[in-house]
């Protein structure tokens, strides 16, 4: 199996990408840490799956814009694998308001959930890579939009974008340390974050419209990209993103 026995953190690991993350490195051996800051019960739902797959899966409660909840994530790992090898900053939220309408409680809150959290998440894995003084791998789930603007939607693109230059500087810093640090950019993935483009027809067409592959991501099309940047077939990557927006960046056909 790609992940035989590497223990994995993945941040709001029960829901959309992150769910996929879970289910995906797990069925590649991976030892799972499941980060939630609600609804313990899709946890519960995902750590029976594996388990009856003959996995190993343990969830915790952390806030990631807390860096005390993110001290308490990776000692999760340590405590229950005994080491950390493999960590995804993927929680993630958005207020689809402009520069006009962005409260500043918006902004903070964006910021610490989106940024804040992958910058400290990569600090502290990174302090449990070297201590354990065999590397170690930190995969930051962006977004297109780390390059491309999207009006009424700033924080985010500020988040995103503070998010690629965290991952470009932190993959310097730390090579020489063999921790890799590699962004991934998905374009529009059919997950919750999404559901209202998902329930407005027009919305959803031009959407589809404007994508060359003619549709959304499935989660589990992410999570591939995700096992195999954490497997040992991808070692020379680092500092860089791999994008994955079936080719919206390129095209944007009927915008
Ligand atoms: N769906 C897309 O189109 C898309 C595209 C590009 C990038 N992304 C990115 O993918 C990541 C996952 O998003 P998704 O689409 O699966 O959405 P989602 O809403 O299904 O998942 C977001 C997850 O983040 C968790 N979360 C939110 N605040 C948290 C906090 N304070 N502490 C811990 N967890 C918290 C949520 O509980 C949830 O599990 C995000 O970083 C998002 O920006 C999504």
Known sequence: MLLDGKSMVVTGGNSG???AIVLAAAAEGANMVIDYVAHP???ATLISRIESAGGHA???QADVSKVADLHTMIDKAVQT???LDVLVNNAGVETRTSLMDTTEADFDKVIAINLKSAFFGTQLAAKQFLAQGSGGLVLNISSVHEDWPMPGNIA???SKGGTRMLTRTAGVELGPHNIRVVNIAPGAVNTPINTSTENDPAKLKSLDAAIPLGRM???GEIADVVVF???GKAGYMTATTVVIDGGIMQGSVGL
Do not use: K, N, T
């Open 17 to 19: 990408i992150g769910e």
């Open 41 to 43: 019960e899709e946890v």
């Open 58 to 60: 343990v969830g915790v």
């Open 81 to 83: 694998y005994g080491r």
């Open 156 to 158: 985010y693109c500020v």
């Open 217 to 219: 991501a499935l989660p």
């Open 229 to 231: 940047l954490a497997s």
